[in-house]
T-cell receptor, first 116, second 110 residues
Framework: EPEVTQTPSHQVTQMGQEVILRCVPI?????FYWYRQILGQKVEFLVS????????KSEIFDDQFSVERPDGSNFTLKIRSTKLEDSAMYFC??????????????FGAGSRLTVL | GENVEQHPSTLSVQEGDSAVIKCTYS??????FPWYKQELGKGPQLIID?????GEKKDQRIAVTLNKTAKHFSLHITETQPEDSAVYFC?????????FGTGTRLQVFP
């Protein structure tokens, strides 16, 4: 069964450092997402991406965050200057068809970010 | 914006019993309601979903019901097994963005 793969599985960084989380969505999917989950809390939407541009973003996704699809397979989330409160599990997801009503999202296993 | 409430936060059942998890949503425009199961150290996995033109959907031991008027939907798991133990999240959407509930930790005791 096709999978969304994420790397690294765990990253520890110092406050103020830049972090890049990487995702390889399912190959024929067109819509890509990042969600995050602070320990013990619910999964929160960060950003959706389609046709090489952001289609929607949450208030969490401020100027410190950016996303990129640098080639035909990778989808990255960059945090420019990490803060303690960025510590969370970050999930990448993809779907073939986006739009109204959403469609089945396939999530990766997540990247745990710990900011010290 | 949409807000999804989920209850209970924890649920313990004996193997073979049924489990019910309930969610309410606020945005009447929401029309897609998936349920995800999250096992320790893994990402959420879709187990069942329902769209607003359907009142009930069943897949083997799991079923979901939707009451659009009351804006609530429920997950029902029958004949629970220890491998059903996980955190379950409901979600609601009418766009690309899923709004998740706060999660229910289900423990099934043998």
């Amino acid at each position: 069964e096709p999978e969304v793969t994420q790397t690294p599985s765990h990253q520890v960084t110092q406050m103020g450092q830049e972090v890049i989380l990487r995702c390889v969505p399912i190959s024929n999917h067109l819509y890509f997402y990042w969600y995050r989950q602070i320990l013990g809390q619910k999964v929160e939407f960060l950003v959706s991406f389609y046709n090489n541009e952001i289609s929607e973003k949450s208030e969490i996704f401020d100027d410190q965050f950016s996303v990129e699809r640098p080639d035909g397979s990778n989808f990255t989330l960059k945090i420019r200057s990490t803060k303690l409160e960025d510590s969370a599990m970050y999930f990448c997801a993809s779907t073939l068809l986006g739009g109204h009503g959403a469609n089945v999202l396939t999530f990766g296993a997540g990247s745990r970010l710990t900011v010290l | 914006g949409e807000n999804v409430e989920q209850h209970p936060s924890t649920l313990s059942v004996q193997e073979g019993d049924s489990a019910v998890i309930k969610c309410t949503y606020s945005d009447s425009a929401s029309n897609y309601f998936p349920w995800y199961k999250q096992e320790l150290g893994k990402g959420p996995q879709l187990i069942i979903d329902i769209r607003s033109n359907v009142g009930e959907k069943k897949d083997q031991r799991i079923a979901v019901t939707l009451n659009k008027t009351a804006k609530h939907f429920s997950l029902h798991i029958t004949e629970t097994q220890p491998e059903d133990s996980a955190v379950y999240f409901c979600a609601a959407s009418n766009t690309d963005k899923l709004i998740f509930g706060t999660g229910t930790r289900l423990q099934v005791f043998p």
